[in-house]
């Protein structure tokens, strides 16, 4: 029995240690988080490199959000002459990406606005049930009032809906709610109504989503972001939209 006993243990004790680190890991990344946000809560000083601003006579495609758009690599575009420049901080909501808009978009004469944002305000809604609809209302509101201030500036917009979600893993499960997805589902659908001049909708699901709604496997780099062959297939369909537009320097 002790034989049986000794190894049985031994593996508790391994995973036992493995989960307290992984655990101490994830609160430090949080007491990081926490702070970062205190000391700098729009991330404005997140990109103080100056001389990437100044403009050197290209058309500027700006990509702008948390940090699905942070994530976002260049499409591989024939024009030569677009420069792209990305402004996504991760785990922003839709009110800290709204109220860095004049200082990360107006300050570089942005041509083209390619705008991912959202999630992060919908997956909060797990931990505040009764302010569902408020959410739900203020991250269209957010939106809505980038893109209109975008327009107002002269600027095309490419507007992407909120990406489709991956497989939730067993353990954030025990927080979270399938009304996440439902709510990403209806916010898209007030994006996809924004259409019109100097809009244009890149539709994140009907590219990224499998039948059941989630993320492809393929696509899927963990239940929030999607890894590089999801971005290259978003590309694939960003690059017609983009070669499409008449880019005049501004």
């Not at 690599?73 to 792209?84: K, S, Y």
């Not at 017609?240 to 320097?249: A, F, H, K, T």
């Amino acid at each position: 029995m002790l034989r049986i006993m000794t190894p049985v243990l031994i593996i508790l004790l391994v995973g036992s240690l493995l989960l307290n680190l992984l655990l101490m890991r994830q609160c430090r990344n949080i007491y990081l988080n926490l702070h970062a946000t205190r000391l700098d809560g729009l991330g404005q000083l997140t990109y103080q490199d100056n001389d990437i601003s100044k403009p050197d006579g290209r058309p500027v495609v700006l990509f702008f959000g948390d940090s699905r758009a942070a994530a976002w690599p260049v499409p591989n575009l024939a024009q030569a002459d677009v420069r792209f420049i990305n402004r996504g901080i991760g785990g922003q909501s839709t009110s800290q990406v709204r109220c860095r808009f004049d200082h990360h978009v107006l300050e570089l004469d942005v041509n083209v606005l390619v705008l991912q944002v959202g999630v992060n305000d919908l997956r909060a809604m797990p931990a505040f049930p009764d302010q569902q609809d408020r959410i739900l209302q203020q991250t269209v509101a957010n939106i809505h009032w980038m893109v209109d201030r975008a327009r107002k500036e002269d600027i095309q917009v490419v507007i992407t809906t909120i990406f489709p979600l991956g497989k939730v893993g067993i353990f954030r499960s025990l927080f979270w709610k399938d009304t996440v997805s439902d709510t990403i589902l209806t916010v898209n659908k007030h994006l996809q109504d924004l259409a019109g001049p100097n809009v244009h909708l890149l539709d994140s699901g009907s590219i990224l989503a499998d039948k059941d709604g989630v993320v492809h496997r393929r696509y899927s780099e963990d239940y929030l972001h999607i890894n590089h062959r999801g971005y290259a297939a978003l590309n694939s369909k960003l690059e017609s939209i983009i070669g499409g537009l008449d880019l005049v320097e501004k």
